[in-house]
């Protein structure tokens, strides 16, 4: 699980992209470490949201100084915008990034999948930027592929 992979960032800066309803970043709040959380939304401009993000930010364009955070996190966001880039410049040398995202080509499959109840429904609207992420521009510590192999989850360090 996440939250075994950094236990040694404990206390570290956290960056959370596309946090979402905020379910890791309360998760890794809870866990001991210190997480700010930003998505593009917020409850007021995304209803189905009821989680405050700590800054509203455009995952292409992050406010944040260069080699800012131990940890990013981006899980189902790098599909929907470009942003690794971005996310390399705020993370530290020797910080970790993890990310999941769907795997390229694969959304018929995932249909199917959501049918049969094994994977929960997705939006699957602006899904631009699948990418293998095994040819990320981040030195790529980890890669697995997940659930039938609709979905690809890796780890990085800053290249």
Partial sequence: P??????????????DV????????????????TVVGIDKNTPKTA???????????????????DNSFDVVIA???????????????VLKPEGLF???TPY???????????????LEAQDFEHHDHIEDLRKAPMALLHYKKM???????????KK
């Fill in 47 to 65: 209803p189905w949201m009821s989680f405050q993000p700590d800054y509203q930010m455009d995952a292409m364009n992050l406010t944040f100084k």
């Fill in 75 to 89: 899980l189902e966001v790098v599909e929907h915008v470009p942003c690794i880039t971005e996310i390399n410049r």
């Fill in 104 to 118: 390229p080509n694969t959304e018929w499959l995932r249909h199917i999948v959501i049918f049969f109840g094994l």
């Fill in 18 to 33: 596309g946090c979402g309803d905020g379910h890791f970043t309360r998760e890794l709040r809870k866990r001991g470490y």
């Fill in 2 to 15: 996440l939250f075994y992979l950094i236990r040694k960032y404990v206390g570290k800066n956290v960056l």
């Fill in 98 to 100: 993890f990310c999941t």
């Fill in 147 to 157: 659930f039938l192999g609709t979905s690809q989850f890796a780890i990085f360090t």
